[in-house]
């Protein structure tokens, strides 16, 4: 699926990545963990085509994509709705990119997540939470087979987020897309990922790989067993030192 060569970026004379090398398997979930200003989003700029890398290469399907725009869907932090089009609109847009719009599916889409009551509303008129799911949803309705989302539940309480991990993991393990997820969150990481890359600090390098144990599918009292929390010590320890 995605697969990252030895990729290294510079801005002036701040190297940020330095030869990163990692792997997405398809329909496999992966999160990337790290300090703040460690180049995650750099990272995603690169992937996405919006920044060439100074080194490296970077292959979707066994395609060279560096620097080529339009072959991952991408949900930012915020969720950047459109305010002048409704909440169907807003699902639609990436396909409409592309020359082509499923209804049908993004209506089912919609009722699954429990927003059938609003796809005729307008962005101002939903919660937090809402917004969040109605733009990864318009992220899973777009045709690329890979997703890029950037902290999307950053913004969250602590009871919103936890209620949309779940439902995050309950559709993804419907549809099965490639996820690569950038989180902060050690505890959101372990409970979401098969895989966890953890970066050390500029310039970034990939400091360690975890396979996440868990079997599917998890619920939150996975988060309060003492193998969570065994996993969450090792993380922080790898990530401190």
Same mark, same amino acid.
């Given at each position: 699926?995605?697969?990252?060569? /030895? ?15 990692? /792997? ?17 989003? *750099?990272?995603?700029? !690169? ?7 100074? $080194?490296?290469?970077?292959? !979707?399907?066994?395609?060279?994509? *560096? ?29 409409? !990119? ?21 796809? /005729?509303?307008?962005? /101002? ?30 913004? !969250? ?20 897309q490639s996820i690569l997820f950038i989180t902060h969150n050690i505890d959101e990481a372990l409970f979401l990922s098969d895989k966890i890359i953890i970066l050390s600090v500029n310039p $970034? ?37």
């Open positions: 699926m995605l697969e990252l060569r /030895h990729v290294s970026k510079s801005f002036g004379q701040k190297q940020v990545l330095q030869k990163i090398s990692l /792997h997405v398997a398809n329909g496999e979930f992966v999160s990337v963990i790290g300090p703040s200003g460690s180049g995650k989003s *750099t990272m995603f700029s !690169l992937i996405g085509g919006l920044l060439e890398p100074d $080194a490296g290469e970077i292959y !979707l399907s066994g395609e060279n994509i *560096t620097n080529k725009r339009g072959f991952i869907s991408y949900m930012p932090q915020q969720a950047s709705l459109f305010p002048w089009r409704t909440i169907m609109e807003n699902v639609l847009v990436g396909q409409e !990119l592309q020359g082509k719009k499923d209804y049908e599916r993004a209506k089912t889409m919609l009722e699954r997540a429990g927003l059938g009551d609003v796809i /005729h509303a307008y962005p /101002h008129e939903l919660s937090g939470g809402m917004k969040q799911r109605v733009a990864f949803i318009r992220a899973l309705l777009s045709p690329q087979s890979l997703m890029l989302l950037d902290e999307p539940f950053s913004a !969250l309480d602590e009871f919103t987020r936890t209620d949309m991990q779940k439902w995050l993991l309950s559709i993804w393990e419907d549809d099965e $970034a390098e990939i400091k360690e790989v975890i396979e996440v144990p868990f079997k599917r599918p998890r619920d939150e009292e996975l988060l309060l067993s003492e193998e969570f929390l065994q996993w969450k010590r090792r993380i922080m320890e790898v990530i401190q030192f």
